[in-house]
Nanobody, 126 residues
Framework: QVQLVESGGGLVQAGGSLRLSCAAS????????MGWFRQAPGKEREFVAA????????YYADSVKGRFTISRDNAKNTLYLQMNTLKPEDTAVYYC???????????????????WGQGTQVTVSS
């Protein structure tokens, strides 16, 4: 089992940057593919980015491609999301999620993930 704790959210002006972190418990972090999702008020949870266990493969939603970067440090059991050039429409609660095993073709689907963090709020003002 994996426990996930996000941090790094906050209030930022449009055009600014934030880096989210997700600390994972356990000794098998590298055996999990990881993802970031977000949920805005009144909307469904949506895919943001995903990364394979080794970090060698990454995937992004079109809406964040070129602005956000997902990465991981397996020695520190930590997942990151560097968010640059933030826009008001990026405002949401951001969640990290873990998928047991190799990254699958369904990496963009909520149900593909086995464990979730509690979320961290990101608010981008215009």
């Amino acid at each position: 089992q994996v426990q996930l704790v996000e941090s790094g959210g906050g209030l930022v002006q449009a055009g600014g940057s934030l880096r989210l972190s997700c600390a994972a418990s356990g000794r098998t972090f590298s055996s999990y593919a990881m993802g970031w999702f977000r949920q805005a008020p009144g909307k469904e949870r949506e895919f943001v980015a995903a990364i394979s266990g080794s970090g060698g493969r990454t995937y992004y939603a079109d809406s964040v491609k070129g602005r956000f970067t997902i990465s991981r440090d397996n020695a520190k059991n930590t997942l990151y999301l560097q968010m640059n050039t933030l826009k008001p429409e990026d405002t949401a609660v951001y969640y990290c999620a873990a998928h047991r095993g190799l990254i699958s073709g369904n990496y963009y689907l909520v149900y593909d993930y086995d464990y979730w963090g509690q979320g961290t709020q990101v608010t981008v003002s215009s």
